[in-house]
């Protein structure tokens, strides 16, 4: 049984930063393309970042490009999002997914999710 478990989500001040967690139990990890999504009150769930499958590059989202990374320790099967310089606008509830083998950044092709770890950012 797959088992994804976001930590490091807290309240934080705009310009602070938070590193996110995501630690993957029952797939193996390097046969899944693994990303974060964000999902606002009223909103939509976004694509934030993500690991492609095969060659392990990383795709981010425009939002964020610059100031989010996404990293990961596959001997630990744990993939993070260290985010700096928050915004209010990254406020959320910020999800990792893992999608068997090819990347994608639409939420609803991904296999598995975690039950997300929210974000606030006060102004």
């Known amino acids: 049984q797959v088992h994804l478990v976001e930590s490091g989500g807290g309240l934080v001040q705009a310009g602070d930063s938070l590193r996110l967690s995501c630690a993957a139990s029952g797939l193996t990890f390097s046969n899944y393309a693994m990303g974060w999504f964000r999902q606002a009150p009223g909103k939509e769930r976004e694509f934030v970042a993500a690991f492609t499958w095969s060659s392990g590059s990383t795709i981010y989202a425009d939002s964020v490009r610059g100031r989010f990374t996404i990293s990961r320790d596959n001997s630990k099967n744990t993939m993070y999002l260290q985010m700096n310089s928050l915004k209010p606008e990254d406020a959320a509830v910020y999800y990792c997914?893992?999608?068997?083998?090819?990347?994608?950044?639409?939420?609803?092709?991904?296999?598995?999710w975690g039950q997300g770890t929210q974000v606030t950012v006060s102004s």
């Open positions: 997914a893992a999608k068997y083998r090819m990347y994608s950044s639409n939420y609803y092709s991904y296999d598995y």
